[in-house]
């Protein structure tokens, strides 16, 4: 007898994808995700919205709704070249000026240029932050360890080999394709094409969960919040998340309170 934890609706994989700085070439690619039932995370730095190839503040909450809005810093600074007072200032007046465009709590983070400490993370995780993502790659399709330097599979210049892996892997559940970008790369590599075929890939895939970053890290987070009884034949969900399992070649979820009895 053993359980094995599954995404949402018992899915045995899962798509999130990531694109920083809030630029005006956000608009196409967000209408090429809708078109294909693709969500990812955006992250945004609120200070320089309104200018250049940024989009406008205006636009936030609809631009990017039905996806994540995350945070970025206000100024895209090295954060951790900064005090400790600015690199505080940075993220939590992101987050609340965030927060006041797309009208929900901003949690979620990446890191400018890709690059932090360990007081970066922890002064991060001090105003409230609970994810970030680095530049770094895994190049595989493993669940983050550490949520606070969260690395992704792949830059999407990379998105089309992997999607094809990950397509024909269904050997292990709680496989998660991680890509990340910038929208405006697309208008400098002159390869709209390549996004445009990876979401024609990737959509409506029978056993693919398509998540913002948020949300993985709320299930992932739940996972890892449940009490297995001494001898693991019970599990409790203590978490106000569902949490779906195959046991002996069944499936089913434990609602949040819940406490499962294996056998």
């Not at 995404?7 to 994989?13: R, V």
């Not at 809005?69 to 992101?94: G, K, N, Q």
């Not at 990446?110 to 680095?134: H, L, M, Q």
């Not at 203590?238 to 309170?257: E, L």
Request: net charge negative; with cysteine.
């Amino acid at each position: 007898m053993g359980i094995r934890f599954l995404y949402p609706e018992g899915k045995l994989k899962a798509l999130t994808m990531s694109y920083d700085d809030g630029v005006v070439q956000d608009r196409r690619l967000i209408g090429l995700f809708n078109t294909n039932g693709i969500r990812g995370t955006f992250h945004i730095n609120s200070g320089i919205l309104d200018s250049g190839n940024r989009v406008a503040s205006s636009e936030v909450k609809t631009l990017y709704a039905g996806h994540e809005v995350s945070c970025h810093t206000v100024s895209h600074p090295f954060l951790e070249r900064l005090p400790r007072t600015e690199v505080a200032r940075e993220i939590y007046e992101d987050r609340r000026r965030l927060e006041e465009l797309c009208g929900y709590p901003v949690i979620g983070m990446s890191y400018p240029f890709g690059t932090w400490n360990s007081e970066v993370i922890d002064i991060a995780k001090s105003c409230g932050i609970v994810y970030s993502r680095s530049t770094r790659t895994s190049g595989g399709f493993g669940i983050p360890q550490e949520f606070m330097a969260w690395d992704a599979t792949c830059h999407h210049r990379e998105m089309l080999e992997k999607g094809d892996a990950f397509r024909q892997n269904d050997r292990y559940p709680l496989a998660l394709l991680y890509i990340w970008g910038h929208a405006y790369e697309f208008d400098n590599d002159n390869n709209w094409c390549d996004i445009e075929e990876f979401c024609r890939m990737m959509a409506n895939l029978p056993n693919v969960w398509y998540a913002t970053n948020i949300e993985v890290w709320r299930y992932l987070t739940a996972i890892r919040s449940l009490v297995t009884s001494a001898d693991g034949r019970m599990v409790l969900n203590p978490s106000a998340t569902a949490v779906w399992y195959t046991c002996d070649g069944k499936d089913g979820v434990i609602r949040p309170g819940e406490t499962l009895t294996l056998g």
